[in-house]
């Protein structure tokens, strides 16, 4: 029992380490004073699995694979894959970011639809990997993210740029939901960031 504890520790620690992250441009000294920032996200260059096929062709393909397994399963599928975006990402992320700085008693916010805050970031999902769950035997979900920070005023104003490779996206026990597992990897993407907001400006 012991022995099967440390190899679980042992893989989610692996998990743990794998995300990088990268400065692209600019830093993180603009958010110095501010106490909101607005926050956007987009799909629109997003790409699935090792092949980085589209989105569009990956929802056509899995919907197809369960529907021949039971009828009606992939549409089922298609609308929870389509709802998870806003339901389960989006909010994932955003939830990690704010506790993150909300624990060490930071008074900065990332807020949907805050339009007078004078940064906007632009949460760019450009790839992920879903995972898969056999019980016995599991593969974590990656996401890879451009999160781009902008002047709301003036979206052509990037002051800082980060790429993410790679977000591990799982959960203690199981966890047989993709969408679920690929939300992991927004709530670790978000955290990292703001791990890096904290040690960069406060």
Known sequence: MKKTAIIALLFFSGIAMAQKVKVEKGDFKFLKGQKEVNIEFVYSNLKLMKEEITEEQYVKERAAELNE?????????????EGSKELIWNLKFLELANIVLSKEKKDLVFQEGATNAKYTLIVDAVWIYPG???????????????????????RNNVVLELSTDKAPGDQWGNNFSNESRIGEGFAKTAKTMSKMILKEVF
Request: proline fraction near 0%.
């Open 69 to 81: 397994k039971s009828k009606g399963k992939g549409d089922i599928w298609k609308k929870k894959w």
């Open 132 to 154: 898969w769950d056999a019980a016995v035997m599991k593969q974590a979900a990656k996401v890879s993210t451009v999160l781009r920070f902008v002047e709301t005023a003036n």
